[in-house]
């Protein structure tokens, strides 16, 4: 440059062109140095997470897998597997978390099934899938090809069958009722867990009598789902995997979202793992009931399986070992009620003998006795000790587990046996039954099962003998008809010869406790209790054949079907196993699992009352755990935790005991009519007050349940309490049975503080409500049910004090010949009806009612011997002589 051109500096100033603002940005930091790095991982984050969606496709190119799950929706890959490395949850084409460090499958997951074919038929819906891998998580083969079917079982109720492929049955597609398929899209909200891949589709199946209800069959990724309503999704299988391999299945079911799922003796599900193995707690059929949405599931598969409810979820994770060729059955119900819900899943199994009143009260059942004749001569010196038992009934005796059962045969044996019951009459006795058999040569039951080849065999060819109670046992097998037919002679003349009231199992799984150190390394997943198990050998082998759970998960079913063909009826709670301590959270857990089999359509498990062993135990606990037993159908005790001869508790705490037995003994009609009521029309024994109470949204409380649908239980389930706050829905007070007193109802969210005082139990009659009591107790429920009775009622009374109650009565031997005697009370007025048909059933043997007692009022003198009366009865009760309370 030449200075010398230019003047001034003035002039060079002038001369400068203007600054350019797209060169400052271009050149400032933020553009040169932040925005590119930005860019950089915008990228890097965008083609990691299309890169995962590409690897993740169920072989469509439109149908792709999400991982962008909510936490509570994780369902594991490798369940077995605490810790997995993030390299080996991704080769599995699994999801991976890494602040969680969890691997877990995508939506929906590349271990699954599809749709092959499928035809709507008369009968239902059926077809088949093919697997999407041919490997399991854990590699190991799956099975390649299943069948499914859906059958509708009335109402809006289906039957889901999963495994072989089932037979063709039924017509060709029924008029109105073809499949209407539609996009996954047009389903909203409904499947938003779902990814909208342009080949997802639903074959939408109408119901052509309950339009409401629609079945969902998704494609191609095989799922079932199930629609009430519009927008009410009330099942679906379509939120996790379908795994199935020989010896390892997995499915995957959500319920009824905005609705807690109660059931497998828990009051609440979500956040639990259930292992259910059936040994003693004879949750045979496992049931999960959606309560406010009234549906319910019930999965009939009665081999050891496990159930995980994620938190928050309402997502059921079911896992089993090895899977029966025919599959299993999953059965769907909605009522429009909890309580027609819960009628709806009550089995069909015989109950002919769920009546029997000799199996009503206590029955006692040591298991200490050395030999038969040292039973024998406790019995004696029980019996000969009456007033120590301060008065309390009690119906039968087991004498001893190890020496009866159907292996005693011998002729001193049967001379014992004939013995005891001529001591114990009017008392039943009660003999043992188990899977196994005493190993003994001169056994014409163990010879006649051998001779049809019906015992397990070891390698050799010979007979497998294992280890059960320190005694060489051995093992029919219950797999096979034959063995079924052996017994089940063999048992009829067995009870018939010796005449025995009924049989108690102690085991519904067969045992050996001889060790075999398993290892479980063939399977896919193995439960660490069912490895435990396996362990110390509590599971007998079958070492001739090669599917060694296959056979086994057929042979404890087939067992359980043969003792209920036998009318076996009680069975000890596994909360009372001799094995675990009886403690309050003991007798906590029995009361919560025995309200949820209830309400899950089932007889309520016997009860070992203050627990199974001779073990003291702590006098409170004891007593308020017999306060407990005056609502259970079935109680068991050893002697020395009754208050009979040997007792270990003191002679205060004995006094009580009694006096709760004798409370429980006035009630033995309403015993049975609660059991009746089941056996006839479901109505669950024992429930939670929504049941009964559709309004009610307070939470479940375990101190609180419902006996039958007339009485509401409260219990202390606490050390050193004396009250039970409880919740008393409806709109008219409840009353105390004993002495009338009012109490309630609760206002406005708010719980009632009842007192109950050590000995007692607090029994309040629902409003409206009229139920039996027996003028006093004997010594035995069958001589107590012969006593007269008395009609307590708790009238609701309106604003025009129009005062109302309703009840009913079961009169008869059994549950299929027996009725119920209906009984209304209005202003003043009793009215009995079907009165004829209990004269059928029942006549000779029907109690006078005695006085009909209107708590905490007046008691009316009536006696009415309903074999007398000519058809249906209605008197005005002024015309009565009454006695005010």
Excluded at 544 to 551: A, E, F, I, P, S
């Amino acid at each position: 440059m030449e200075f010398g051109k230019y003047k001034d500096s003035i002039w060079l100033l002038n001369k400068k062109k203007t600054a350019n603002c797209n060169d400052c940005f271009y050149t400032s930091p933020f553009v040169k140095y932040v925005l590119p790095s930005f860019l950089v991982v915008l990228l890097i984050l965008t083609f990691t997470y299309f890169g995962l969606l590409t690897w993740l496709p169920l072989g469509d190119a439109d149908s792709q897998a999400t991982c962008h799950l909510q936490p509570s929706y994780y369902v594991s890959c490798l369940p077995d597997r605490q810790i997995i490395p993030k390299d080996d949850c991704l080769k599995l084409g699994c999801c991976w978390r890494e602040d969680m460090r969890i691997c877990y499958h995508s939506f929906p997951s590349r271990y699954g099934y599809k749709v092959d074919e499928y035809q709507w038929t008369s009968d239902g819906l059926e077809g088949s899938v093919t697997a999407t891998r041919m490997l399991s998580p854990a590699g190991k083969p799956a099975r390649g090809r299943l069948g499914f079917s859906v059958r509708r079982v009335g109402g809006n109720d289906f039957r889901i069958v999963l495994g072989a492929k089932p037979e063709r049955r039924g017509s060709a597609q029924s008029s109105g009722a073809s499949p209407s398929v539609k996009l996954l899209a047009d389903y909203g909200h409904i499947f938003d867990f779902l990814p909208r891949g342009n080949k997802a589709r639903v074959a939408e199946f109408s119901l052509s009598d309950d339009p409401s209800t629609k079945l969902l069959l998704h494609e191609p990724h095989f799922a079932l789902s199930i629609l009430r309503g519009e927008d009410e999704l009330v099942f679906s299988t379509a939120r996790g995997p379908l795994i199935m391999t020989d010896n390892y299945w997995e499915l995957t079911l959500y319920l009824a979202s905005g609705s807690s799922l109660q059931g497998l003796g828990a009051l609440q599900l979500n956040g639990t793992t259930n292992w259910i193995y059936n040994n003693e707690n004879r949750t045979i059929k496992p049931a999960l009931l959606a309560l406010r949405s009234n549906v319910a599931c019930q999965l009939n598969y009665q081999a050891p399986i496990e159930i995980q409810v994620l938190n928050g979820s309402n997502l059921v994770i079911v896992r089993g070992i090895s899977i029966p060729d025919s599959g299993f059955t999953l059965n769907l119900y909605s009522g429009s009620s909890a309580s027609r819900t819960i009628a709806k899943l009550s089995d069909t199994r015989n109950h002919s003998r769920l009546l029997s009143v000799d199996r009503i009260g206590l029955q006692l059942c040591p298991d200490n006795h050395g030999s038969l004749k040292s039973a024998v001569d406790s019995l004696k010196r029980l019996l000969n000790s009456t007033e120590a038992g301060h008065g309390a009934p009690w119906d039968s005796h087991c004498l001893s587990r190890q020496h009866l059962g159907p292996t005693l045969e011998p002729d001193a044996d049967l001379g014992l046996v004939a013995e005891a019951r001529g001591l114990l009459e009017p008392r039943a006795l009660a003999a043992h039954l188990t899977p196994m058999l005493v190993n003994r040569a001169d056994s014409p039951l163990q010879s006649s099962l051998e001779k049809e080849s019906c015992l397990l065999g070891n390698a050799t060819g010979g007979t497998y003998v294992g280890t059960s109670d320190a005694r060489d046992v051995v093992y029919p097998d219950w797999t096979e008809g034959k063995a079924r037919q052996v017994a089940a002679e063999y048992l009829e003349e067995y009870l018939q010869r010796l005449q025995l009231g009924f049989v108690v199992t102690r085991d519904a799984w067969p045992r050996d406790q001889a060790t075999h150190g398993v290892s479980g390394q063939s399977f896919d997943y193995l439960p660490e209790e069912l490895r435990s198990l396996m362990s110390s050998g509590t599971l007998p082998f079958d070492l001739q054949r090669g599917r060694h759970y296959t056979v086994h998960n057929a042979y404890a079913p087939s067992f359980a079907d043969f003792a209920g063909a036998a009318g076996v009826e009680l069975r000890g709670h596994e909360c009372n196993s001799p094995d675990v301590e009886a403690t309050w959270s003991t007798l906590r857990g029995v009361l919560e699992a025995g309200v949820l089999e209830a309400m899950t359509a089932q007889v309520p498990n016997a009860m070992y009352v203050c627990g199974a062993n001779r073990a003291r135990i702590d006098d409170e606990l004891c007593v308020r755990w017999y306060a407990l037993a005056v609502a259970w159908p079935r109680i068991l005790a050893v002697p020395e935790k009754s208050p009979l001869v040997g007792t270990r508790l003191s002679r205060s705490s004995a006094i009580q005991v009694a006096n709760l037995l004798k409370l429980r003994a006035t009630l033995t009609t309403y015993h049975r009519t609660t059991l009746a009521s089941f056996a006839k029309d479901g109505s669950p024994i024992l429930a939670d007050t929504a049941v009964h109470f559709p309004d009610d949204r307070q939470p479940p409380r375990a101190s609180q349940f419902l006996w039958g649908d007339s009485i509401l239980v409260g219990l202390v389930l606490l050390p050193r309490h004396y009250q039970v706050p409880m919740w008393l829905p409806s709109e008219h007070p409840w009353r105390h049975m004993q002495g009338g007193s009012p109490v309630g109802p609760s206002i406005n969210g708010s719980s009632i503080p009842v007192t109950v005082p050590m000995g007692k139990v607090a029994l309040l009659v629902r409003p409206g409500r009229i139920i039996p009591v027996h003028k006093g107790a004997a010594d035995s429920s069958a001589t107590t049910s012969s006593r007269n009775l008395s009609l307590v009622a708790n009238p609701i009374c309106d604003l025009s004090s129009v005062c109302q109650a309703t009840g009913r009565v079961y009169f008869g031997d059994d549950a299929s010949t027996g009725e119920f005697l209906l009984i209304s009370y209005s202003n003043g007025n009793l009215a009995l009806s079907k009165v004829k048909e209990v004269q059928e059933a029942g006549c000779g043997k029907l109690p006078t009612i005695e006085t009909f007692e209107i708590l905490g009022t007046t008691t009316y003198t009536i006696n009415l011997n309903v074999c007398e009366l000519q058809g249906d009865f209605d008197v005005p009760l002024n015309e009565t002589r009454s006695s005010a309370i």
